[in-house]
């Protein structure tokens, strides 16, 4: 599972991302609102933390645009108010639950893991564009009746370009959502998993195939036979 955490307090931030990640989940962190609403359009992610009080782009309105683009991934709102209007006006504009900083870390969990369980229940478990399906908890992808297992970061890969097929994702993009911010990992390493995931395609003798924008980035379209 993979949790996006937007929280400008930086020490906050690290210290969840740890708590998640000794729970075996895996985080994203970004420090204020704009990068928060840019990392979470991608729609990789199964929860989103999301502070209010943000800079650049406060936490209701990231929720509020999120959900005017359809974005339908869980959101945590995570606030030092505790007023009952606060709380109303982030589930009015779209948030799934509000939890009151300080928080107990045990509450914590067990709600990221309810609205795992409330999702679970109403969002589809593939993503598919052409004659392909990606299976989001198997992490196989299929073409008829071939199937072949991904590797994470391959599945990371091809989630992205199957998220919005016929749009290219930038490399850049690629490195931070896929390898995180803190990765040395370069443009070559991208072009390495892609060239995997091409392999993959023709193996599944699949018609879609990967394009390549030249000095941009990747994206999905479907090959004329």
Known sequence: MKILIVEDETRLADTLSHILQEQK?????VYNGIDG???????IYDIIILDVMLPKMNGFDVVYSLRQRKIATPILLL????????KVTGLDKGADDYLTKPFDT???LARIRALTRRQSEIVMDTLNFSDLTLNLSAYTLACGSKSIRLGLK?????RLLLAYPGTIVLKEELLTKVWGNESEAEDNNVEVYISF???KLIYLQSKATIST??????FLEEESR
Not at 25 to 29: A, F, I, K, N
Not at 38 to 43: E, F, I, L, Q, T
Not at 79 to 86: C, G, H, I, N, Y
């Open 79 to 86: 606030t030092a108010k505790d007023k009952v209007t606060d």
């Open 106 to 108: 045990e509450e914590l």
């Open 154 to 158: 391959e599945f990371e890969v091809m």
């Open 197 to 199: 995931l091409r392999k």
């Open 37 to 43: 609403l840019d990392y979470a359009m991608s729609g």
């Open 25 to 29: 989940y895996q985080t994203d962190v």
């Open 213 to 218: 924008q030249r000095k941009r980035g990747y």
